[in-house]
């Protein structure tokens, strides 16, 4: 099994910064991606960004592109997800997620789950 720990959320003003953290612990030797996805009041959750272990790759959704900032520390078994320039359509409850699968895309499959971190943004 792997834990995943979420945290760095909190309320900011349209425009600012936050940077949210995932900390695994346990198997995490078999995690091959990690990666952030979010879920908004009276939305379903969708994918964010994710992160390749092995290779570094990264992959981001549409409305994220060039705002977020997807890494790792494997050293730390942390990933981070720094935001920029965030809107009102970015608050969102965010959580951290990881997948055992070599092939199949984070955004398609999710072995766990952490409890996510509430990201609000005001405008």
């Known amino acids: 099994q792997v834990q995943l720990v979420d945290s760095g959320g909190g309320l900011v003003q349209a425009g600012s910064s936050l940077r949210l953290s995932c900390a695994a612990s346990?198997?995490?030797?078999?995690?091959?991606?990690l990666g952030w996805f979010r879920q908004a009041p009276g939305k379903e959750r969708e994918f964010v960004a994710s992160?390749?272990?092995?290779?570094?790759?990264?992959y981001y959704a549409d409305p994220v592109k060039g705002r977020f900032t997807i890494s790792g520390d494997n050293a730390k078994n942390t990933v981070f997800l720094q935001m920029n320039s965030l809107k009102p359509e970015d608050t969102a409850v965010y959580y951290c997620?990881?997948?055992?699968?070599?092939?199949?895309?984070?955004?398609?499959?999710?072995?766990?789950w952490g409890k996510g971190t509430l990201v609000t943004v005001s405008s």
């Open positions: 997620a990881a997948s055992e699968n070599v092939v199949t895309a984070l955004r398609s499959g999710v072995d766990y």
């Open positions: 346990g198997r995490t030797f078999s995690i091959r991606k």
């Open positions: 992160i390749t272990w092995s290779t570094g790759t990264t």
